[in-house]
Structure formats: structure tokens, C-alpha cells
């Protein structure tokens, strides 16, 4: 889809906007109240010479629909952490740009302000505005209660009794638990969404383990609505009910596909594409020549293509898909389970195999027929297409190589 057609599709609402080279590198990452409106001012009217430069190396746009402008921020955040993309840059001129200040206190307080000398506090920004910056604090704060009073007052303020502030006043709260809470603040301000959620599935593992449920319950319900916080709208949904119809543990943020293309005589190939937050991340996608299976037996090849493609990351120490999707039936999906169990990675795993386009679990000897009309299989067609469109134009490279095209 071409430029001008993809101004087109944007929605009106808030989210955030990926925009991408040809050879699919991110160069921007933005936040919107209006997608539309935002980027279609890209390409119109003066602007810049650093923007104009962005612009004419633009050859895709992606984007992630919110319910919000705030949680457009705070996804906007975590995107240029892990992205790093070359042209978000810092504010750098004398205008006086709204932080929101952590105090450094025992029971710190959390504001929006304008310092104008070193105050001692931690700082997060500068914002260029600050309108979606209280909703998105009220966003958080939801999740991790929190004290925003000026200075600490001398009986519970509305706050407490509305449960968005621990009451430090009080004396309910002890330092740890509060600090807690502020550490998990900051890692959403930070943009550290992957790591807060590690540490949230942890506590929730390791209190489950100890029989301590009601608490384990507290913080799954934490757990989800932190997630819920950089899931784009539609794909939010989406997401969401791709994890209650196959059952999955959590939210598969991060969703890895395989897919083996033979052609005749020509070597055998596997492809591996990455999704994240229901949005292709081609940087990450990874091809295969099929070395030590037999050319003709397509479980094989998918064992060796999860063998390399597993160990490696568990040897690099990188981070592990949430769900794993092969094209194929349960032979396939058996092999890749059997794979992932020996390096001991507990990954979820599907086929969905072509013919009625079923939904095989490793072990089962039934498949889960989703309706054809429902979003999820949708989800789940588009990865498993797109693995198989890259293992496709692999072969086709290969063929032209042979050939001597």
C-alpha cells in the first residue's frame, strides 16, 4: 500500500504512529490525539529541514490505534525505548516544557511541574504539552496508587478513600511497599514495559507457589491492566481474546510465526516473521536454509528451523515469543512442541493448518475450529500469511540464484 493510500486508512482517533524506511527501519515514532490529522501534516505544507529529511525517507507507516491520548503517551514511550529510532529526539530549546517529579522522600509524592532549577527530584520529560499528562497519571495511578499532595497533609485526603493513594498519612503503608509502587511508575515512564511485566509475572508465580492467592490475584489484576495500558485499541481487543480462545497464560504481546517453503528440485527453506503488539516487525524477520532434515519431510524441517531458531535466543539470552504460530496440522505442531519442551522454554505453541484453516494444540487429537468470521482467526491467517509470503520470496531468490538470473 502506497503512501498516500495508507493517509487514507488512518483513523481519526488517538494512537501512535511508526514511521519506516524501505528496508523497514523505524526512523519515528509520534503519539496523536488524531492519527489522520498528525501525519497527514507531514506531507503537507512547509516544514523543517530535519523534517524534510525524515519525510522523504518515509516508506511506510504503521500504527497502533488507542482509546486515548494517554495511553497514546505512554505507549509512544515504551515504543522509543525499545525502538531507538534515528530521528526522536530530545527538546532542546529554552521553553519552559511540563516533567512530571518523582520527590526523593521516603514516601515520594508524584506531580506535573515546570522546574526552573535543580530540584533534587526525579524528572521524566520534557513533554511538549502537558493536557494528556494528568490523565495518563490518573491512568497509572489506578494501577499504582500513589501520594500527589504538595506536602504531606495531617488526616487522608480524597485520594485515599477513593484507593489511588496508599495513605502514607496514615501509617498504613510501609516504605518498601510504597517504594514498590513508585519503582513500577517509573518503569512505565521509562518505557521499561517488558521488564515491569517480567517482574509483575514473577511475583505473581512466586505467590501463587506460596498458596498466597488472594494476593497472587491482586497483582494478575495489575498484571493485565498494565498490559491493557500499550495494547493499541483494535489490536487490544484482538489481543485479548486470542489469549481467553486458546488459553494462553497471558497477552501475546509478541508473536513469532514459521512457515517451510519447497520448491521441486530446489533446496528447502524456512521463514521466521515477528509481530508485536499485533504490528509486523520485519527487522526482526529471520530466513532459513534447510541444512540436516530430509528435503521431503516437512516435520523434520520444522523441527530443525525451532531447534536452531530457540536455542539461539536461549543462548543469547534474548527475549522469548509469547506464542509461537506454525503453518501446519498436529504433526508439525508436535515437533516444534517437542523441541521447545527439551530446551526447557515454556512457549506456547499452534498450528493452524490450511485446508479448513483449524487450530492444532500439541497433544490434541481434536482441533479448535474458530469461526471464520471472528477477529482472532484473522490475527492468526495474516501471521501465518505473512511467514509464508517471506519463506516464498526466499525460495524465489534461491531459484533465480540456481538458475542464474
Given at each position: ?82 525502538k531507538k529510532p534515528k ?316 538458475m542464474g538470473l
Amino acid at each position: 500500500m502506497g503512501i498516500k493510500k495508507k493517509l487514507k486508512s488512518l483513523p481519526i482517533g488517538p494512537g501512535v504512529y511508526i514511521m519506516k524506511s524501505a528496508k523497514g527501519e523505524i526512523l519515528y515514532v509520534g503519539k496523536a490525539a488524531s492519527l489522520k490529522s498528525r501525519v497527514s501534516s507531514y506531507f503537507t505544507g512547509s516544514k523543517s529541514a530535519k523534517t524534510q529529511i525524515l519525510v522523504d525517507k518515509i516508506a511506510d507507516i504503521d500504527f497502533v490505534e488507542c482509546e486515548s491520548p494517554q495511553q497514546a503517551l505512554i505507549l509512544e514511550a515504551a515504543l522509543i525505548k525499545e525502538k531507538k529510532p534515528k530521528y526522536n529526539i530530545s527538546l532542546r530549546d529554552n521553553k519552559s516544557y511540563p516533567y512530571i517529579e518523582i520527590t526523593k522522600e521516603k514516601f515520594p509524592r508524584i506531580f506535573i511541574s515546570r522546574p526552573k532549577r535543580k530540584t533534587g527530584s526525579i524528572l521524566f520529560g520534557p513533554y511538549p504539552v502537558a493536557k494528556p499528562l494528568k490523565p495518563a497519571l490518573e491512568t497509572i495511578r489506578r494501577i499504582f496508587p500513589y501520594c500527589s499532595c504538595k506536602r504531606y497533609p495531617k488526616k487522608p485526603c480524597l485520594f485515599y478513600h477513593l484507593n489511588l493513594c496508599p495513605g502514607p498519612c496514615t501509617g498504613e503503608v510501609s516504605a518498601a511497599d510504597y517504594k514498590e509502587n513508585v519503582d513500577n511508575i517509573c518503569k512505565i515512564l521509562r518505557g521499561e514495559r517488558k521488564e515491569l511485566i517480567k517482574k509483575l509475572e514473577r511475583q505473581m508465580q512466586q505467590l501463587a507457589k506460596e498458596k498466597k492467592f488472594e494476593a497472587a490475584a491482586k497483582i494478575r489484576d495489575k498484571l493485565v491492566a498494565v498490559e491493557n495500558l500499550y495494547t493499541g485499541k483494535p489490536r487490544k481487543h484482538q489481543l485479548l481474546s486470542l489469549k481467553e480462545i486458546l488459553k494462553l497464560s497471558h497477552i501475546p504481546l509478541y508473536i513469532e510465526a514459521i512457515d517451510i517453503s519447497s520448491l521441486g528440485r530446489f533446496d528447502s527453506v524456512g521463514s521466521l516473521v515477528v509481530f508485536k503488539d499485533g504490528i509486523a516487525d520485519k527487522s526482526l524477520y529471520r530466513r532459513f536454509l534447510i541444512r540436516q532434515a530430509n528435503k521431503k519431510d516437512d516435520y523434520a524441517m520444522v523441527e530443525e528451523v525451532t531447534q536452531r531458531r530457540y536455542s539461539r535466543l536461549q543462548r543469547e539470552d534474548k527475549q522469548m515469543p509469547d506464542l509461537v504460530i506454525i503453518d501446519g496440522g498436529l504433526g508439525q505442531i508436535n515437533k516444534a512442541s517437542k523441541v521447545l519442551k527439551e530446551l526447557g522454554l515454556p512457549i506456547a505453541v499452534i498450528g493452524i493448518a490450511k485446508r479448513d484453516e483449524e487450530i492444532w494444540f500439541p497433544g490434541k487429537s481434536k482441533p479448535l475450529r474458530i469461526s471464520k468470521n471472528n477477529p482472532c482467526l484473522h490475527l492468526i491467517q495474516r501471521i501465518r500469511d505473512e511467514a509464508h509470503k517471506f519463506a516464498h520470496s526466499y525460495q524465489l531468490i534461491r531459484r533465480r540464484k540456481k538458475m542464474g538470473l
